[in-house]
């Protein structure tokens, strides 16, 4: 089935726009919605006592830490919610929570 | 020949890479549904297709015009998660057949939440189980009916308050216990039965691999812990999920044909139920009386399973 043009706005206007069934054509376009302006807290990593045992990337409920070249890992801030639960299980306390001041 | 290889490697690296529910989902903070989902959809890879009844999985995900799956996704209604996966199964098998899609094995993935498993969607689910489809169904359990303002359904524990089981004067909360829907999928003689907890996520993973080879219909029951309607800290996520595992409240354990097999380690002796239950906003009124009363319950349920285990060891 052919993509109707209002795929490319944010969201359909008009009736006529909307796909036969609902059907979304783009798979995983909810990456283009950035979950990360609901954080209160940011998570933060101290490189020097990571061991880089990837609990952090294993218990992430977001998806969004992510291994970096060298081994370490980091979070995607445009998706990380805040929620600290990589922050609470990092045995050897690498990871702190900041308060998200603007 | 059993060597360990990759010794240096920390068992987290070894799992697939590949994301294939994307970020961006709306779930709320801290959730363990949706991280027990990803860790599911880890392990069964991008060959599925994926029915899922309504509930939180389905609303935090598929917010039209946009979703967060990456393999192929049917939304249906509440009751009939286990009725649209047996379809799916038949018709990839008919067409199949005649040709009109490769030829490439794609497995029928059902999954529903508690209400949609154990309330509203039991009767789909007995059907489906008993036909004996070549499906997997997931029961993602967070024991209430989270996304429309945590209303009690079977699986809520005893003792646990909701906004339709309020806790006062009249009653202390859920007045009975939380159904057994494991035990109801074991004696439909399925040939794979689970239960699982994204709080040990590497027998989660293995469980589901399990559940995905099987030549039949599999039914894996997982426990996802829900810090907005349990009324608990966030961070404390992954900590509740080992703790209902330690304190033998959410037993793991696996029924390959019929032989129960503990896949936790069994402890001397259970942790008390206090531990877990003072985490909780939904048992805060519970006072001494009333947690004897819960442990007294965990504790038949746990002797129970372990009289089950024994028995089925001799075969």
């Not at chain 2, 996704?73 to 799916?88: C, D, L, P, T």
């Not at chain 2, 024991?143 to 909701?162: D, K, L, V």
């Not at chain 2, 030549?215 to 907005?228: D, E, L, N, Q």
């Not at chain 2, 900590?239 to 129960?260: A, D, H, S």
Request: contains cysteine; hydrophobic residues 40%; proline residues 5%.
């Amino acid at each position: 089935m052919k993509q109707k043009k209002a795929a490319s706005k944010a969201w359909p206007e008009k009736w006529h726009e909307i796909n036969p069934g609902c059907m979304v054509f783009i798979p995983g376009n909810a990456s283009t919605y950035h979950t990360g302006s609901w954080r209160a807290q940011r998570p933060e990593w101290d490189n020097k006592k990571c061991i880089k045992c990837g609990l952090c990337y294993i218990f992430c409920p977001e998806g969004c830490i992510s291994e970096d070249a060298e081994g370490f890992f980091k979070a995607n801030l445009d998706y990380c919610k805040g929620c600290g639960i990589c922050a609470h299980e990092c045995w050897p306390g690498a990871i702190k929570m900041f308060e998200e001041v603007e | 020949m059993s060597t360990v290889q990759n010794f240096e490697i920390y068992v987290p690296k070894l799992l697939d890479k590949r994301e294939f529910f994307s970020a961006g989902h709306r779930a709320c903070q801290g959730c363990g549904e949706v991280l027990a989902l990803r860790l599911i959809m880890k392990a069964l890879g991008d060959d599925v297709v994926i029915s899922n009844a309504t509930g939180c999985m389905e609303i935090i995900s598929s917010a039209y015009p946009q979703t967060a799956w990456e393999v192929p996704y049917i939304h249906v209604a509440f009751e009939n998660a286990g009725a649209v996966g047996s379809g799916v199964e038949a018709a990839l098998k008919a067409l199949r057949r005649k040709g009109r899609i490769a030829d490439r094995y794609v497995k029928s993935v059902a999954i529903a939440g508690d209400g949609g498993t154990v309330d509203i969607g039991l009767q789909a689910l007995s059907g489906a189980m008993e036909r004996g489809h070549d499906m997997v169904f997931f029961c993602l359990d967070n024991e209430a009916y989270m996304n429309t303002g945590i209303q009690r359904s079977s699986a809520t524990p005893f003792m646990a308050a909701t906004t339709t089981s309020p806790a006062g004067k009249a009653i202390k909360g859920q007045r009975t216990g939380k159904k057994n829907v494991p035990e109801i999928m074991v004696a439909h003689n399925v040939p794979y039965v689970a239960t699982a907890c994204p709080s040990y996520p590497i027998d989660l993973v293995n469980k589901v691999k399990k559940a995905k080879e099987v030549k039949g219909p599999a039914y894996v029951h997982v426990f996802s812990m829900c810090p907005t309607g349990w009324r608990s800290a966030s961070e404390q996520t992954i900590k509740l999920g080992r703790l209902v595992v330690e304190t033998g409240i959410f037993p793991l354990y696996e029924v390959e044909n019929g032989k129960y097999r503990m896949t936790m380690e069994i402890p001397k002796k259970l942790r008390p139920v206090e531990d877990y239950l003072k985490l909780q906003g939904r048992f805060r009124h519970l006072n001494a009386d009333d947690i004897e009363k819960v442990q007294a319950l965990v504790n038949k349920e746990w002797r129970k399973l372990m009289n089950k285990v024994a028995c089925m060891k001799p075969w």
